[in-house]
């Protein structure tokens, strides 16, 4: 017999035993665990905002933190901290990103890889930008900053949360 019949599936295909699950259903088990995850963080955020902007809860924690970074401060930290804060700002993270993500795409040649990237980038700042607008906090006096000064609400730290979501899809695409 040529070709396999329903009640006899040809090795390695999805309707044999102990075939490995497609990249559909895998990519769609990703996204359902990946949106109760971000379900729960953003619960989890939305209590944390709310305890920024109404200041108290974890904010309390502001002044002696800001007071210890300032007695750490000297010109050569203040460099150092600046040198990696700018590895932060969008121009370096795209191309950080983009290189990495066609090095890796290249490797393996799934759309998926370029798919997953823009969708947390997206999402990140989207939620930067809406996080900012509904917190409204302001950034702390200039004598406390550390140049170049940004002009937009402090928190949630587009820096921090968009590198981290870059690093962590690249870490996370280059395991997969």
Known sequence: MDAATPEQPVEGTSRSRGARPNVDSALLLTGIIGGVVFAALMLAS????????DA??????????????????????????????????AVPMVVMAGLLTTILFLAHRRRTIWVLMLVAAGGSISQTLVGKALVGRSRPELDFAVPPFEDSFSFPSGHALNSTVVAGMLAYLACW
């Open 56 to 89: 108290d809860g974890v904010s309390s924690f502001d002044k002696p933190a800001l007071d210890w970074a300032v007695s750490q401060r000297s010109p050569a930290v203040a460099g150092w901290v600046t040198a990696f804060t700018d590895l932060g700002r």
């Open 46 to 53: 939305a209590a944390i905002y709310d305890s920024v902007s």
